[in-house]
């Protein structure tokens, strides 16, 4: 069965960090494009972060730029986002999503074209106190 699973949401003051992971089952996991969405209350869902096929091309959104870090295990399946100096406008529902066949766009495409990845986890939640 093709799914992602995110774990690794919490409550953490302002300034402090979490790291969410994403574990990904029934997917070529090295041959894909995979990201991480959030969508706070009575916004829009954005695109956090992207990591194209391979790890060749990451995008980051101007908001968390040089705060946050994409990254990935092949051995283990396992995507994860490093969030770091934490603010409170980073408190959402944190989604994985992938893509199930290879389209080999780069990783800001799928930031802005969520539609490309047709898997999504059930998310989740980062709160962020001031």
């Known amino acids: 069965q093709v799914q992602v699973v995110e774990s690794g949401g919490g409550l953490v003051q302002a300034g402090g960090s979490l790291r969410l992971s994403c574990a990904a089952s029934?997917?070529?996991?090295?041959?894909?494009?995979m990201g991480w969405f959030r969508q706070a209350p009575g916004k829009e869902r954005e695109g956090v972060s992207c990591i194209s096929w391979g790890g060749g091309t990451t995008y980051y959104a101007d908001s968390v730029k040089g705060r946050f870090t994409i990254s990935r295990d092949i051995a283990k399946n396992t995507l994860y986002l490093q969030m770091n100096n934490l603010k409170p406008e980073d408190t959402a529902m944190y989604y994985c999503?992938?893509?199930?066949?290879?389209?080999?766009?780069?990783?800001?495409?799928?930031?802005?074209?969520?539609?490309?990845?047709?898997?999504w986890g059930q998310g989740t939640l980062v709160t962020v106190s001031s």
């Open positions: 029934g997917l070529t996991f090295d041959r894909i494009a």
């Open positions: 999503a992938a893509e199930t066949r290879p389209a080999y766009y780069i990783g800001s495409y799928y930031c802005a074209e969520h539609q490309a990845l047709d898997v």
